[in-house]
């Protein structure tokens, strides 16, 4: 059983910068696959970035792509995001996820966090 605590949210100006974070129980290292999703009201949840289990290739939603960064610390059993030049549609509940499989898709994760909201303001 794993356990994820997604922190770091809260509001931040247009343009400006904030780091999620995603504590795991267990050790999960890089034998997970690791992403994070968000959910902004009255929309579908979204698949914002991943960083697949072994060799850490990761992926990025066009929507966010050179503004986030994902990144893990296996000693520290944490996965992060950090994200630079925000902008109001940024603003939603960002959920972390892993699973064993190498999959990014939301289906595929097997364990979530409860979700840290940022909130953009203009």
């Known amino acids: 059983q794993v356990q994820l605590v997604e922190s770091g949210g809260g509001l931040v100006q247009v343009g400006g910068s904030m780091r999620l974070s995603c504590a795991a129980s267990g050790r999960t290292g890089n034998t997970y696959t690791k992403a994070w999703f968000r959910q902004a009201p009255g929309k579908e949840r979204e698949g914002v970035s991943c960083i697949r289990r072994s060799d850490g290739s990761t992926y990025y939603a066009d929507s966010v792509k050179g503004r986030l960064t994902i990144s893990r610390d296996n000693a520290k059993n944490t996965l992060y995001m950090e994200m630079n030049r925000l902008k109001p549609e940024d603003t939603a509940v960002y959920y972390c996820?892993?699973?064993?499989?190498?999959?990014?898709?939301?289906?595929?994760?097997?364990?979530w966090g409860r979700g840290t909201q940022v909130t953009v303001s203009s």
């Open positions: 996820a892993t699973n064993l499989r190498r999959s990014c898709s939301s289906n595929a994760m097997d364990y």
